[in-house]
């Protein structure tokens, strides 16, 4: 599989309940960043946490890594139909690599 | 604040015509500069980067080009398009920093989504 591939490729909810998305890297990363992307628009940056941080929060938002098990987990609290869109991965590894995974596409039911 | 222009935003190309798509950065100095191509329900694969003006690295052997005449314009190209070039493509900036892609977070156009017939 691919760097930075997220899991599940698919989400679907119902507004108020929590979000949990999962990407999983293979090589040594500088940092790991997230992204989210409506249907049919640019990708836009939520969090970049580094290889030395373990948690970051952001608003609803709440990000870990776990380097030991090279993977990464975005949790969204509260979720809102607003919150429906793709959520991407992305790892900066030390190798001077860069990949974005697949996505997982999200579905925030009112 | 940086503002990033992507277009036209959509586009419909015959096989065989040329194909030229610009990307403008507002607000910064010698970013670094990105083409990415997103095919439907997938995540991105870069095509090019460029860590300044006159500086492309590809990424992957194509049908593609890309340009940068000015330190904010990044312009991507083909002199014949084929129909394997249909695709969401996404130009993206960051700031210049440590490694080969910064490691900063990157910010995005709106994309040009292009068809070929």
């Known amino acids: 599989s691919q760097q930075g591939e997220e899991d599940p490729q698919a989400l679907s909810i119902q507004e108020g309940e929590n979000a949990t998305m999962n990407c999983s890297y293979k090589?040594?990363?500088?940092?790991l960043q997230w992204y989210r992307q409506n249907s049919g628009r640019g990708l836009v940056h939520l969090i970049l946490?580094?290889?030395?941080?373990r948690e970051k929060h952001s608003g609803r938002l709440r990000v870990t890594l776990d380097t030991s098990k090279k993977s990464s987990s975005l949790l969204i609290t509260a979720s809102r139909a607003a919150d429906t869109a793709s959520y991407f991965c992305a790892t900066f590894g030390r190798n001077n690599d860069m990949r974005f995974g697949a996505g997982t596409r999200l579905t925030v039911k009112p | 604040s940086q503002t990033i222009h992507q277009w036209p935003a959509t586009l419909v190309q015959p096989v065989g015509s040329p194909l030229s798509l610009e990307c403008t950065v507002e607000?910064?100095?010698?970013?670094?500069l990105y083409w990415y191509r997103q095919a439907a329900g997938r995540g991105l694969q870069l095509l090019f980067y460029s860590v300044g003006i006159g500086q492309i690295s590809s990424e992957v052997p194509q049908n593609l080009s890309a340009s940068r005449p000015q330190d904010r314009q990044f312009i991507l190209s083909s002199k014949k398009l084929l129909l394997s070039d249909s695709g969401f493509y996404l130009c993206?900036?960051?700031?210049?920093?440590?490694?080969?892609?910064?490691?900063?977070?990157?910010?995005f156009g709106d994309g040009t989504r292009l068809s070929i017939l």
């Open positions: 607000g910064t100095s010698n970013p670094n």
């Open positions: 946490i580094r290889s030395n941080e």
């Open positions: 993206a900036w960051s700031e210049a920093g440590q490694g080969l892609y910064s490691n900063q977070p990157q910010h």
């Open positions: 090589t040594s990363i500088n940092n």
